[in-house]
């Protein structure tokens, strides 16, 4: 099991921090999802391509930038 961490724009309260978290648990091969508001982050563990990730980030309305 791997670690992939998304640094995210666009995200500014708690509802963007759910909604995120949601999306990104929604992807095949994820364990285990944190998103961290503050630092503008996710952190996520498990199998899942980045590509994967990065889409289900940018359809909740948010921006990967790193």
């Known amino acids: ?3 992939t961490i998304l640094k995210i724009e ?3 309260c708690n509802h963007c ?3 995120t978290e949601k999306a990104l648990q929604g992807v095949s091969g994820v364990e285990s999802v ?3 508001l503050a630092a503008k982050e996710a952190v996520v563990s498990g199998d899942a391509e980045r590509a994967n990730l990065v889409k289900a980030v940018t359809d909740a309305g948010y921006t990967v930038v790193g």
Do not use: E, L, N, W
Request: aromatic share 0%; charged share 35%.
């Open 17 to 19: 921090k759910m909604r």
């Open 10 to 12: 666009g995200m500014t």
């Open 1 to 3: 099991m791997s670690q």
């Open 34 to 36: 944190k998103v961290d």
